[in-house]
């Protein structure tokens, strides 16, 4: 396969057993044809059973240590051998068109980097939802290659890439990045390969047409948003992603998305002190000022409860997460709905 192979499929498994298979069957039930793209499994857990079932259909496997998150882009990039990176996280679905698709975008633009295909939200049982609160794109979206220093930027940029089983990259401009990420370069995620994107000016194309199932589910990754016993990974979450945006910040800096990395910056520091123990951060007034502004500009209704909630919090922290857990309880009902009469 050494030499044939275009594209690289890059399934991320992160202390998960029970989906692994799933997606690779996926990758594996593709319209483009076999011998033209490989599959690597990166994980961080041994299954015997699970591991007689990569080998047999020929997935490469990548296990590293039980307490590491196997994301590390570098790893990835030395490991694997195609031109073109279609990244897989390990409870996500790939749909039989996605790899041809993906194909015959990156074949029709040389200039092309980025690609973020749509997506269908479903359930554990891969049942979809007709409607839910996670980004979409509504329409097909190209920034063609330039100046990326200098290009005009949509205001919701950054969500443009949400769900990395949704992204495909082409690996060369992702060389001149690698020393950037060297110190958390295994917490790599969707928003990091966006931001390189949009900086590096390479083609970014965002398109509608769903060729992943995205699954939500019972994982704390997924509904940590939903439960009080959550407190501590929701503090986590937040502070992995700051560290992800100040990341980007610094790459950014005198580009037209710098304004921009600093907004979602700064509501991330607001939704992370409410839950961090011992609060670390608390906002003042200029901080209000910013993200207050910053969210009427990307047309968000962020500081409409983020900002009550700031106000509680100085009286009653515990208070504070109590209202944010039902106010979020409330919004998962309103903005989800089942396809199948749920």
């Known amino acids: 396969m050494a030499g044939s192979v275009r594209l690289s499929v890059i399934i991320l498994a992160f202390n998960r057993r029970e989906y692994l298979r799933a997606a690779v069957a ?16 990166f994980k961080n857990f041994e299954e015997p059973d699970l591991e007689r079932y990569l080998s047999e259909n020929g997935v490469r496997i990548l296990t590293s ?3 590491a998150r196997p994301r590390t882009m570098r790893t990835v990039l030395e490991e694997a051998r195609g031109e073109i990176l279609c990244f897989l996280d390990d409870d996500d679905i790939f749909l039989r068109e996605k790899l041809a698709v993906v194909d015959r975008e990156f074949s029709a633009d040389p200039t092309l980097g980025y690609f973020h295909n749509g997506f269908q939200v479903v359930d554990n049982d891969l049942r979809p939802y ?8 509504e329409r097909r979206l190209l920034l063609p290659a330039g100046d990326g220093r200098r290009r005009a930027l949509p205001p919701n940029a950054l969500r443009l890439g949400f769900n990395t089983s949704s992204v495909s990259v ?3 401009w992702l060389d001149p990045f690698l020393p950037s990420f060297e110190p958390r370069e295994a917490e790599w995620s969707d928003a990091m390969m966006l931001g390189c994107a949009l900086v590096s000016g390479r083609g970014v194309l965002v398109d509608p047409v769903a060729l992943t199932q995205y699954r939500y589910h019972d994982s704390w990754t997924n509904i940590l948003h939903y439960t009080p016993d959550s407190v501590g990974p929701i503090a986590e979450l937040d502070s992995l992603n700051i560290a992800a945006l100040e990341l980007i910040g610094r790459l950014a800096v005198g580009t037209t998305l710098a304004p921009l990395v600093a907004d979602d910056l700064e509501y991330v520091r607001f939704h992370r002190s409410l839950f961090a123990d011992p609060v670390d951060w608390r906002p003042k007034v200029p901080d209000f000022v910013r993200f207050l502004i910053g969210s009427l500009e990307q047309q968000s209704l962020a500081p409409l409860y983020l900002i009550p909630l700031h106000f509680l919090a100085r009286v009653s922290p515990l208070g504070a997460r109590r209202a944010y857990f039902r106010l979020a309880a409330r919004q998962r009902q309103l903005a989800f709905r089942k396809a199948a009469g749920g």
């Not at 996926?26 to 499994?41: F, G, H, K, N, V």
């Not at 007709?130 to 794109?137: N, S, V």
């Open 26 to 41: 996926s990758a594996l039930d593709q319209t483009l044809p076999r011998e033209r793209y490989e599959i690597l499994a």
């Open 65 to 67: 240590d039980p307490t």
């Open 130 to 137: 007709d409607r839910t609160p996670f980004p979409q794109p």
């Open 170 to 172: 082409r690996r060369d």
